[in-house]
């Protein structure tokens, strides 16, 4: 871990954070007050219309309950969009970009080793990622209790939610480190690690608008963030464990391949 | 060096000791994993080189585009993994010491690449702190390649060429390195500033600093460089003092005379001579006194010895002959034969 990259890396993606906590922050605050005006009369149409209740399940969020409003404003595309800046987008551009650029070799004739710049960069995105769910789920919580309807969370539930929604996009900041060290050009890792991305999230919304598909879920990294069963008490350790474990082998990965990679000049 | 120890800071300027040592080096890219559907012809960029940069010294690295001078610079970094052969530099190996030897060592890539939303001031900083060391030479390096404070605290994105390329030899330089390696350092930089950079690097000779310099402008590394490699296709043609490159190179004469014309015919060095009415011309190679013990007696006119550049000798080795290490000697080339044999053995040419 170096110091002076990880509070350069800080400092450089400052606005960006800013952005995408002001960006989750209102859509924290949204989705309580949306379930308070329309939540209960949206729960009655859905139960006089049941030929809806399947496609109002989407992502496993809805806005009937309180749980299943922030459920869905977890799963929603926003929050995916502006999580994915930095799971996506910082992860891929960290090496790769850097690389194609060609700023990582003014990098690395420093005495900083890739492993260490690995780390550093690995710990700024992870707390990028912390720190931009913690404020969405706080909005959620702060809303809901203004709103008048912060009786029906359980708030002893948050905090799990909260890193198991964490170690989700951790994985994919994994995987997109790891494919941002294997190549010499920002457009592969990107696309790599867009399409898990992009494809674990159509598999999870797939399989829970249709009950037919419910099997493909499990190969959604997405499936194991229940957010409307944790909120409700419903908590299962397995499904972090399988995301500490998809985050680990992308880290290994990305552990032996980047210091055996040769760095040739940008092109 | 013990590992994990404190590196020894080594006593520079009044050793002959070695900054830099390849033996064999060699890299090939497009050897590892292919890609079934398009497979690659493996590429040797580099065959072989050995060579040694004395400490104290300005060694040049000349070759064209593709010669292989960038994937050396590269290997000496540990940017690049060496597929045969070995180098050490400070007296530490490049591959398995790689992050202690980045201590000691400044480094200027060709066509630097700079974070265009820092300032200038910022980047200098930056760079710096993750050496963790003081910049003495800051002050003086900004002063004198014209940079000034309004200049340092504008982004690099509204900076010249010239300037993106000043910052990258501040950078390299303002913590005082043992050992320097520039990858066409005077790019972009116009003659004035060019010879404000010359004059540093003197400076930084005279402390008893390394410089390796890689170029292809041959004007200045005859006027900076003790010493000069050469490399065609990833090989070495030529490691020579630039002196003594250049007095073993043919210069042309031009004798007027009257009277009798001086019997140039079997004098040591002189070949080619060509008389007519009033004019000698000759070519002359190695020491001159012989030829000037010569036209003793003659009623010499006038009298033009061409002096000898780099350029004649760097394009002779890339005249259209097979490269490697016989090349240079197989025309005659001068400089050619110690740098045949040291790559011929694998040893360590000096």
Same mark, same amino acid.
């Given at each position: 871990?170096?110091?002076?990259?990880?509070?350069?890396?800080? *400092?450089?993606?400052?606005?960006?954070?800013?952005?995408?906590?002001?960006?989750?922050?209102? %859509?924290?605050?949204?989705?309580?007050?949306?379930?308070? =005006?329309?939540?209960?009369?949206?729960?009655?149409?859905?139960?006089?219309?049941?030929?809806? *209740?399947?496609? *109002?399940?989407?992502?496993?969020?809805?806005?009937?309950?309180?749980?299943? =409003?922030?459920?869905?404003?977890?799963?929603?595309?926003?929050?995916?969009?502006?999580?994915?800046?930095?799971?996506?987008?910082?992860?891929?551009?960290?090496?790769?970009?850097?690389?194609?650029?060609?700023?990582?070799?003014?990098?690395?004739?420093?005495?900083? =080793?890739?492993?260490?710049?690995?780390?550093?960069?690995?710990?700024?995105?992870?707390?990028?990622?912390?720190?931009?769910?913690?404020?969405?789920?706080?909005?959620?919580?702060?809303?809901?209790?203004?709103?008048?309807?912060? =009786?029906?969370?359980?708030?002893?539930?948050?905090?799990?939610? %909260?890193?198991?929604?964490?170690?989700?996009?951790?994985?994919?900041? /994994?995987?997109?480190?790891?494919?941002?060290?294997?190549?010499?050009?920002?457009?592969?890792?990107?696309?790599?690690?867009?399409?898990?991305?992009?494809?674990?999230?159509?598999?999870?919304?797939?399989?829970?608008?249709?009950?037919?598909?419910?099997?493909?879920?499990?190969?959604?990294?997405?499936?194991?963030?229940?957010?409307?069963?944790?909120?409700?008490?419903?908590?299962?350790?397995?499904?972090?464990?399988?995301?500490?474990?998809?985050?680990?082998?992308?880290?290994?990965?990305?552990?032996?391949?980047?210091?055996?990679?040769?760095?040739? *000049?940008? /092109? | 060096?013990?590992?994990?120890?404190?590196?020894?800071?080594?006593?520079?300027?009044?050793?002959?000791?070695?900054?830099?040592?390849?033996?064999?080096?060699?890299?090939?890219?497009?050897?590892? @994993?292919?890609?079934?559907? @398009?497979?690659?012809?493996?590429?040797?960029?580099?065959?072989?080189?050995?060579?040694?940069? $004395?400490?104290?010294?300005?060694?040049?690295?000349?070759?064209?585009?593709?010669?292989?001078?960038?994937?050396?610079?590269?290997?000496?970094?540990?940017?690049?993994?060496?597929?045969?052969?070995?180098?050490?530099?400070?007296?530490?190996?490049?591959?398995?010491?790689?992050?202690?030897?980045?201590?000691?060592?400044?480094?200027?890539?060709?066509?630097?690449?700079?974070?265009?939303?820092?300032?200038?001031?910022?980047?200098?900083?930056?760079?710096?702190?993750?050496?963790?060391?003081?910049?003495?030479?800051?002050? &003086?390096?900004?002063?004198?390649?014209?940079?000034?404070?309004?200049?340092?605290?504008?982004?690099?994105?509204?900076?010249?060429?010239?300037?993106?390329?000043?910052?990258?030899?501040?950078?390299?330089?303002?913590?005082?390195?043992?050992?320097?390696?520039?990858?066409?350092?005077?790019?972009?930089?116009?003659?004035?500033?060019?010879?404000?950079?010359?004059?540093?690097?003197?400076?930084? $000779?005279?402390?008893?600093?390394?410089? !390796?310099?890689?170029?292809?402008?041959?004007?200045? +590394?005859?006027?900076?460089?003790?010493?000069?490699?050469?490399?065609?296709?990833?090989?070495?043609?030529?490691?020579?003092?630039?002196?003594?490159?250049?007095?073993?190179?043919? $210069?042309?004469?031009?004798?007027?005379?009257?009277?009798?014309?001086?019997?140039?015919?079997?004098?040591?060095?002189?070949?080619?001579?060509?008389?007519? &009415?009033?004019? +000698?011309?000759?070519?002359?190679?190695?020491?001159? @006194?012989?030829?000037?013990?010569?036209?003793?007696?003659?009623?010499?006119?006038?009298?033009?010895?061409?002096?000898? @550049?780099? &350029? &004649?000798?760097?394009?002779? !080795?890339?005249?259209?002959?097979?490269?490697?290490?016989?090349?240079?000697?197989?025309?005659?080339?001068?400089?050619?034969?110690?740098?045949?044999?040291?790559?011929?053995?694998?040893?360590?040419?000096?």
């Amino acid at each position: 871990m170096n110091c002076t990259l990880f509070r350069r890396t800080i *400092a450089a993606y400052r606005i960006r954070f800013l952005a995408c906590a002001i960006g989750l922050v209102v %859509w924290g605050l949204l989705l309580p007050v949306i379930y308070a =005006s329309f939540g209960k009369s949206l729960g009655d149409f859905i139960k006089g219309n049941p030929a809806f *209740a399947q496609l *109002a399940n989407f992502g496993g969020g809805d806005l009937f309950t309180l749980s299943g =409003s922030i459920a869905l404003g977890f799963i929603h595309p926003i929050t995916l969009l502006l999580m994915g800046i930095f799971a996506v987008g910082f992860s891929t551009v960290a090496v790769a970009g850097e690389r194609q650029r060609g700023t990582l070799e003014v990098l690395l004739a420093r005495p900083i =080793s890739r492993r260490s710049m690995y780390v550093t960069l690995f710990v700024a995105g992870a707390a990028f990622l912390g720190v931009l769910l913690a404020l969405e789920l706080a909005s959620n919580v702060v809303a809901s209790y203004a709103v008048g309807v912060g =009786s029906e969370l359980r708030p002893e539930t948050v905090p799990i939610l %909260w890193l198991n929604g964490w170690l989700l996009f951790v994985a994919f900041l /994994s995987i997109g480190l790891a494919a941002s060290v294997s190549f010499d050009r920002l457009a592969p890792a990107l696309g790599i690690t867009l399409t898990v991305v992009l494809i674990s999230y159509l598999l999870n919304v797939v399989s829970s608008l249709w009950p037919d598909a419910r099997w493909i879920a499990n190969y959604s990294l997405f499936n194991y963030v229940e957010a409307k069963s944790t909120l409700e008490g419903n908590f299962h350790p397995l499904d972090m464990v399988l995301l500490l474990v998809v985050s680990a082998v992308a880290i290994a990965y990305a552990w032996i391949e980047f210091p055996r990679r040769d760095i040739a *000049a940008p /092109s | 060096m013990a590992p994990g120890g404190p590196p020894p800071r080594r006593q520079v300027g009044h050793s002959l000791a070695d900054a830099i040592v390849t033996d064999g080096l060699s890299k090939t890219y497009g050897r590892g @994993r292919q890609l079934p559907l @398009r497979p690659q012809a493996p590429i040797r960029a580099l065959d072989g080189l050995s060579i040694s940069v $004395r400490e104290g010294e300005v060694f040049g690295f000349l070759g064209p585009n593709g010669a292989g001078k960038s994937t050396t610079i590269r290997l000496l970094l540990g940017f690049l993994h060496p597929t045969a052969g070995q180098a050490s530099i400070l007296g530490r190996d490049a591959v398995t010491d790689s992050l202690e030897i980045r201590k000691h060592v400044g480094y200027l890539p060709g066509g630097i690449a700079l974070y265009d939303s820092m300032t200038g001031e910022g980047i200098l900083d930056y760079l710096a702190a993750l050496y963790g060391e003081s910049v003495p030479l800051r002050e &003086e390096l900004v002063e004198r390649l014209e940079l000034s404070p309004a200049d340092l605290r504008r982004p690099v994105r509204d900076y010249s060429r010239g300037m993106r390329q000043k910052i990258g030899i501040i950078q390299a330089i303002q913590h005082d390195p043992e050992l320097l390696i520039l990858d066409e350092p005077t790019e972009g930089l116009d003659p004035l500033m060019q010879r404000a950079f010359y004059e540093v690097l003197d400076e930084r $000779r005279k402390a008893g600093r390394t410089v !390796f310099f890689s170029s292809h402008v041959l004007s200045e +590394v005859e006027r900076v460089c003790d010493r000069v490699a050469i490399i065609r296709a990833g090989k070495l043609v030529a490691l020579s003092d630039v002196e003594e490159l250049l007095t073993r190179r043919r $210069r042309h004469v031009e004798i007027r005379y009257t009277g009798e014309p001086p019997a140039l015919e079997g004098v040591a060095g002189i070949t080619d001579v060509r008389v007519r &009415e009033g004019l +000698v011309t000759a070519q002359l190679e190695g020491d001159v @006194r012989p030829f000037l013990a010569a036209i003793r007696d003659a009623q010499v006119m006038d009298l033009l010895i061409e002096p000898a @550049r780099l &350029e &004649e000798a760097f394009l002779e !080795f890339y005249s259209d002959q097979p490269a490697g290490p016989g090349a240079g000697s197989s025309t005659g080339a001068p400089g050619s034969s110690d740098a045949a044999a040291d790559s011929s053995s694998g040893g360590t040419a000096a």
